[in-house]
């Protein structure tokens, strides 16, 4: 059973960063593609990021690139997501997502393990 904790959430004014982390049991790191995904009240699930297995390629969606970046540390089995430049419109509910296949997805139907969230809130 693969299980994904997040850690690194909490209340920022806008313009502050933030970094997330993920960390699998379970499973190695070095096996799954990993994702980040938010969730606003009353919203749907939005991907925000996601990162090959070696790190290699990266993909964002247009509203965070340019201010997030996502990456990963295999050996510390830990994969992140740098925030900055936030905005109060990036409060949600953060998610961490890995799929076994190698491409990235950005539907989190795609995404077999789920981490339980973490709360960004960004504030005015």
């Known amino acids: 059973q693969v299980q994904l904790v997040e850690s690194g959430g909490g209340l920022v004014q806008a313009g502050g960063s933030l970094r997330l982390s993920c960390a699998p049991s379970g499973r190695t790191l070095g096996s799954l593609t990993m994702g980040w995904f938010r969730q606003a009240p009353g919203k749907e699930r939005e991907f925000v990021a996601a990162?090959?297995?070696?790190?290699?390629?990266?993909r964002y969606a247009d509203s965070v690139k340019g201010r997030f970046t996502i990456s990963r540390d295999n050996a510390k089995n830990t994969v992140y997501l740098q925030m900055n430049s936030l905005r109060p419109e990036d409060t949600a509910v953060y998610y961490c997502?890995?799929?076994?296949?190698?491409?990235?997805?950005?539907?989190?139907?795609?995404?077999?393990?789920w981490g339980q969230g973490t709360q960004v809130t960004v504030s005015p």
């Open positions: 990162v090959t297995r070696s790190g290699m390629i990266t």
């Open positions: 997502a890995g799929r076994a296949s190698l491409n990235i997805e950005t539907t989190a139907l795609e995404y077999a393990y």
